[in-house]
């Protein structure tokens, strides 16, 4: 199956500071990326739906100044978490999508805010 | 009411039976169905999707799709205690091929013990 990996895998950072979440199709063009995110014991909440080229849109309750998306191409998108709080302690997992084919997912990125 | 609900179990089964991980929906606009395998720490794996109501089987996984009953379900012949995982369900809106935007029920922990 194609390949999808998220950069990078873990991440800890000081409350207040900004990180960025890299996600890549490495083998395959995306037409669509889904940024999701899941915390202990729960199952994967949608928060955004990237397409290449435009602007995201974002799930309810998910706050757009917040979590910043980017989908410059094809093969790239970028999650960054502004201003991160402790309670932004996550884990991240992007999935891409060709159209026609599967959603992929990545390995996940798991972001620990002091 | 939960828009995909699994029971978070966990179930356990001993190595050789037959695990059943339920699912049901309250859409009845979903079209497409998939079944997920989760590890502890890392991102979900696709198990097997299935669009039209009857039984799929693929190796040892069968899925089982009710529309009228908004249900689906996934037996596990000959469990293994490498199958002991969070299986999640998911469903999308989406028509035909395109996968689209997922929506998870919570996972159902299953444990399979020699």
């Known amino acids: 199956g194609a390949v999808v990996s998220q950069h990078p895998s873990w991440v800890i950072c000081k409350s207040g500071t900004s990180v960025k979440i890299e996600c890549r199709s490495l083998d395959f063009q995306a037409t669509t990326m889904f940024w999701y995110r899941q915390f202990p014991k729960q199952s994967l909440m949608l928060m955004a739906t990237s397409n290449e080229g435009s602007k995201a849109t974002y799930e309810q309750g998910v706050e757009k100044d917040k979590f910043l998306i980017n989908h410059a191409s094809l093969t790239l998108s970028t999650l960054t978490v502004t201003s991160a709080h402790p309670e932004d302690s996550s884990f991240y997992i992007c999935s891409a999508e060709s159209a026609g084919l599967e959603q992929f997912f990545g390995p996940g990125t798991r972001l620990t805010v002091l | ?114």
């Open chain 2, 1 to 114: 009411q939960k828009e995909v609900e699994q029971n978070s179990g966990p179930l356990s089964v001993p190595e050789g039976a037959i695990a059943s991980l339920n699912c049901t929906y309250s859409d009845r606009g979903s079209q497409s169905f998939f079944w997920y395998r989760q590890y502890s720490g890392k991102s979900p794996e696709l198990i097997m999707f299935i669009y039209s109501n009857g039984d799929k089987e693929d190796g040892r996984f069968t899925a089982q799709l009710n529309k009228a009953s908004q249900y689906v379900s996934l037996l596990i012949r000959d469990s293994q205690p490498s199958d002991s995982a969070t299986y999640l369900c998911a469903v999308n809106n989406a028509g035909g091929t395109s996968y689209g935007k997922l929506t998870f029920g919570q996972g159902t922990i299953l444990t399979v013990h020699p």
